[in-house]
């Protein structure tokens, strides 16, 4: 018995919470039941889709409309409906992620490209590492890492160039690496070298200020000695502090 086919099911609309004021009805997606995205409509009935979500439909299920089951053939939106959907305003789909922006919805969709909040999917087919687009590592491109990235390219080198290419490719990544791996050994040498010398600094620093304290408190505290059968201390030196001939008893 045959498996039945995966199918991906993707969101192409817009949510309606993300819009500052209720949406008709009429442009709600029948697919996604979501506020259409590049909305679209059937020529029949006028019924909107979001374009991304039309085209998946009729490619997978039948190219007919979900509502008047005609035949499907899809046109632009009419102008009246075209300026009511244009009208909107509402929040960046990313605001969850911590996106701020709001805007038309034809600001929106330029925004969407360009926004530092969209999350994105590692390149790498190895990975499955989801991160922010202001959090990557390497500009302009989608990846979680430098490792990410070298397995990325090599993947799309492989079937596609010679053996002597992709152990060029692969050398390289070699030596880059143990650039990488020396300039930080030595960073990490440097910085604890440095540690050793402003501990030794700080330290010597410190019994300096001891050094001084004790010899303070030598001049002002005098154990004494007996001097012919009697205590005495050093009462006859201008430093001393409180120092006098004591009898013993």
Same mark, same amino acid.
């Given at each position: 018995?045959?498996?039945?086919?995966?199918?991906?099911?993707?969101?192409?609309?817009?949510?309606?919470?993300?819009?500052?004021?209720?949406?008709?009805?009429?442009?709600?997606?029948?697919?996604?039941?979501?506020?259409?995205?590049?909305?679209?409509?059937?020529?029949?009935?006028?019924?909107?889709?979001?374009?991304?979500?039309?085209?998946?439909?009729?490619?997978?299920?039948?190219?007919?409309?979900?509502?008047?089951?005609?035949?499907?053939?899809?046109?632009?939106?009419?102008?009246?409906?075209?300026? #009511?959907?244009? !009208?909107? =305003?509402?929040?960046?789909?990313?605001? %969850?992620?911590?996106?701020?922006? +709001?805007?038309? $919805?034809?600001?929106?969709?330029?925004?969407?490209?360009?926004?530092?909040?969209?999350?994105?999917?590692?390149?790498?087919?190895?990975?499955?590492?989801?991160?922010?687009?202001?959090?990557?590592?390497?500009?302009?491109?989608?990846?979680?890492?430098?490792?990410?990235?070298?397995?990325?390219?090599?993947?799309?080198?492989?079937?596609?160039?010679?053996? #002597?290419?992709? !152990?060029? =490719?692969?050398?390289?990544?070699?030596? %880059?690496?143990?650039?990488?791996? +020396?300039?930080? $050994?030595?960073?990490?040498?440097?910085?604890?070298?440095?540690?050793?010398?402003?501990?030794?600094?700080?330290?010597?620093?410190?019994?300096?200020?001891?050094?001084?304290?004790?010899?303070?408190?030598?001049?002002?505290?005098?154990?004494?000695?007996?001097?012919?059968?009697?205590?005495?201390?050093?009462?006859?030196?201008?430093?001393?502090?409180?120092?006098?001939?004591?009898?013993?008893?």
């Amino acid at each position: 018995m045959k498996g039945k086919k995966k199918v991906e099911f993707v969101i192409y609309g817009l949510h309606p919470a993300l819009f500052c004021s209720e949406v008709d009805n009429y442009f709600i997606c029948p697919i996604c039941y979501f506020v259409a995205s590049d909305p679209v409509s059937c020529k029949t009935c006028e019924q909107i889709y979001c374009e991304g979500c039309i085209d998946r439909y009729s490619k997978i299920k039948e190219n007919k409309c979900r509502v008047c089951k005609f035949d499907l053939e899809i046109t632009p939106l009419r102008k009246f409906p075209r300026k #009511v959907y244009e !009208s909107f =305003f509402l929040y960046c789909p990313n605001f %969850n992620y911590g996106c701020r922006f +709001e805007g038309g $919805i034809k600001e929106i969709h330029e925004h969407k490209s360009v926004c530092d909040f969209k999350k994105l999917n590692c390149a790498n087919p190895l990975c499955a590492h989801n991160f922010l687009s202001k959090d990557r590592p390497i500009p302009d491109a989608d990846v979680c890492s430098i490792q990410c990235l070298e397995t990325f390219q090599l993947s799309e080198l492989l079937g596609k160039t010679g053996r #002597v290419e992709i !152990s060029k =490719f692969f050398w390289k990544c070699l030596q %880059n690496h143990r650039e990488h791996y +020396e300039e930080t $050994i030595e960073k990490e040498f440097l910085d604890i070298t440095s540690g050793k010398n402003t501990a030794k600094t700080e330290m010597e620093g410190e019994l300096k200020e001891l050094e001084d304290y004790f010899e303070d408190v030598k001049w002002h505290i005098h154990l004494g000695k007996y001097v012919n059968e009697a205590w005495t201390c050093c009462q006859e030196k201008k430093d001393a502090i409180g120092c006098s001939l004591l009898q013993r008893p």
